[in-house]
């Protein structure tokens, strides 16, 4: 018999079990998210930027006339609403990340997530329905403020 | 051509001295256990050799032996004194007090985060807690071989950085992350599961793996570079961390 302990030996339980729950690839996934979902907002936004401010006659032609033509064609309501989402979602995690690194008290940090949540779900579910169910020519406006191709 | 001296302002041989004034954070629970934290200021006579360690000692020798602090080897292997010098987290044995201005007060305090025990000495269980958990001893499995379980030059450079560790938590102690409420594992703790994770002979990468994958583990980490700044051994911990992580995501796709 050996003094030394037997390293296969039954050792004592963990003193934190509870990391045992909060194992999982949920924070992998979030961190890769935050890298890929970044280097598309940057195209996504600029490009967003340059057609809305500099292409064409600019910033001027920016009306309602303006964002309702975008709005008829499928390509720009997939543009925007995959920056809106994508935006959404890579914002609120990244303010989750920094409601986990300062608040201290669990409370704080509950109500400061709830409101957090509460915001992401009002912000995309009301762009969403926005980028769908969009009228561009509204019966009862004056022509001059509608996108060219209700009148035709 | 000789090299010639210039009338040197001293005497070969002669070891400059100076009265540096130490301010020391004090501690000192009363059995209720509260108390207010204080400082303490010191004129301390020292040289050019001495070090922070050395101005403690006689701080305690000869003027408030009351004065609680770590050390064992004084050398920079043992990794008991580490405190925050003039803000930093350093190892006390390590730091040459010509280096830090002496002509201002050095501040002397405990290192942030670990619950103060007294003086410069605090509780380093919660930080040795995150250390056992990463399981630090060689995993293996079948028939242990009659020789030496070889390796390569090359196999051994791949974890050589992590084995510097001596455990002093200057590291983990400096990292904001672990400052909020002491959750996260720690940068000393993803380094020494790091020395086993890419050890050739070692079999746990896995299991390390999956527990470093927790909430509270690499991904708590934001890359602000304290650790490796702080790291006393000169350790790329901030590195080893994003290498723990690269594995991780190479894993789950």
Request: proline share 6%.
């Amino acid at each position: 018999m050996s003094l030394v302990a037997d390293p296969k030996a039954p050792r004592p339980p963990r003193a934190r079990p509870s990391r045992l729950t909060t194992r999982g690839n949920t924070e992998l996934y979030g961190w890769v998210f935050m890298r890929a979902s970044g280097v598309v907002l940057v195209v996504l936004i600029f490009g967003h930027l340059f057609v809305n401010l500099v292409a064409g006659e600019g910033v001027k032609a920016i009306d309602f006339g303006f964002v309702a033509g975008k709005w008829a064609s499928p390509f720009w309501q997939v543009w925007d609403l995959l920056m809106l989402w994508l935006a959404m979602i890579h914002g609120t995690n990244g303010v989750r990340t920094i409601v986990n690194d300062y608040a201290e008290k669990d409370t704080t940090r509950m109500v400061l997530k709830g409101l957090l949540y509460l915001a992401f779900v009002v912000v995309v579910v009301l762009g969403t329905l926005v980028i769908f169910t969009f009228d561009p020519c509204p019966s009862g406006s004056p022509a001059d403020l509608l996108p060219s191709f209700c009148t035709e | 051509m000789t090299a010639v001296a210039e009338a040197p302002a001293q005497k070969v041989g002669e070891v400059a001295s100076f009265t540096v004034t130490m301010r020391v954070m004090r501690y000192l629970p009363d059995e209720n256990g509260d108390a207010v934290p204080r400082w303490d200021e010191f004129q301390v006579e020292s040289h050019g050799t001495d070090r922070v360690l050395d101005a403690l000692h006689k701080i305690k020798w000869e003027q408030d032996g009351s004065l609680t602090f770590r050390r064992s080897c004084a050398h920079g292997v043992c990794g008991s004194d580490a405190m925050r010098i003039n803000g930093r987290n350093r190892l006390a044995c390590k730091t040459l007090l010509k280096d830090l201005d002496p002509s201002k007060p050095i501040t002397v305090e405990p290192i942030k985060g670990l619950p103060v025990v007294k003086d410069l000495v605090v509780d380093m269980e919660p930080f040795f807690a995150s250390y056992r958990e990463i399981m630090p001893f060689l995993i293996t499995t079948g028939n242990e071989p009659t020789k030496e379980r070889l390796q390569s030059a090359a196999q051994r450079e791949r974890f050589d950085d992590t084995t510097k560790c001596i455990l002093c938590a200057a590291c983990t102690s400096s990292c904001p992350v672990f400052w909020t409420d002491g959750q996260y594992f720690g940068p000393a703790a993803i380094v020494n599961a790091h020395r086993f994770i890419f050890d050739s002979r070692d079999e746990g990468g896995a299991q390390r793996l999956e527990i470093l994958n927790d909430k509270e583990g690499v991904w708590r980490c934001r890359t602000t570079f304290n650790c490796t700044e702080a790291c006393p051994r000169g350790i790329e911990v901030t590195k080893a961390i994003q290498e723990v992580k690269r594995a991780m995501i190479t894993r789950a796709f």
